[in-house]
DNA sequence: GACCAGGCACATC
DNA sequence: GATGTGCATGGT
């Protein structure tokens, strides 16, 4: 397999074509699914999103009212939910103090900045942060995730301990600076993992990037 | 029944 | 600073 992040998408977008993530809504439900698709997987935190839907409290306003405990309940299908509930509580109160819960507002703010405010909030990571940038803010940010090291270091294109700048790094200096770009970039490397690139069960001898 | 999934914080050494 | 552990549901 060809080194070169640039090669490397040009193959991942031949093979599978558009994306079309985030698979959300609203800005609003992106970053609410960033929190809770963490360690999950997404067909899990899709019934999640509809308890919320049907409750008719995927909106700013009404999920910070929302006491915690009704919200883990709503929650419950993805996992982690005591943890979670107590997670989008403290990013809806960073939302609300410093954004008035405006998504336009918070998009104002300077890139570095943002995420820095979103990293100091407890239970928000670099991999939540970064995919609120991108997929909700349209925020020019790679996003890493546990596919895009797992298939980078099979390749032999990693050392074993990276740390998540790193790999980071090692995108964003070779790309073009451009967030459709990056969009698709991780959202077709995430495609590639959970079809060839499984934890368990790779299938490392017919991934379209061998 | 075991293993995995689009992480993160916290304890302990 | 590195390494280990808890958190939990639903699909394979």
């Known amino acids: ?16 074509g558009p994306q079309h993530w985030w698979p959300g809504q609203t800005p ?14 997404w067909s899990n935190v899709e019934k999640a999103i509809a308890n ?3 409750k008719k409290v995927l909106i700013p306003e009404k999920l910070c009212r929302l006491p915690e405990n009704k919200l883990a309940k709503l929650i419950k299908p993805a996992g982690y939910y005591n943890i979670k509930a107590r997670r989008l509580r403290n990013f809806l109160n ?3 103090d410093h954004y008035k819960g405006n998504v336009k507002k918070m998009s104002k703010t300077d890139t570095s900045v943002l995420r820095k405010e979103l990293l100091s909030v407890n239970g928000i990571g670099p991999e939540t942060a970064d995919s609120i940038l991108l997929y909700a803010l349209n925020k020019p ?7 895009t ?11 074993e301990k990276s740390d998540y700048g790193f790999v980071q790094n090692l995108f964003m200096r070779e790309l073009k600076t451009d967030v459709k770009l ?19 069960k790779p ?8």
């Open 203 to 210: 299938k490392c001898e017919v991934c379209p990037l061998k």
């Open 149 to 159: 090291k797992r298939i980078l270091l099979r390749h032999g294109l990693l050392p």
């Open 28 to 41: 609003f439900e992106v970053m609410v699914g960033a929190i809770l698709t963490q360690n999950t997987s």
């Open 141 to 147: 940010v790679f996003v890493v995730d546990a596919y």
């Open 1 to 16: 397999m060809n080194h070169n992040p640039v090669l490397i998408y040009k193959k991942l977008y031949s093979s599978f």
């Open 52 to 54: 919320l839907k049907k």
């Open 94 to 96: 960073f939302f609300m």
């Open 182 to 200: 990056f969009n698709e970039y991780h959202a077709l490397l995430v495609k590639l993992g959970k079809e060839f690139c499984r934890k368990g």
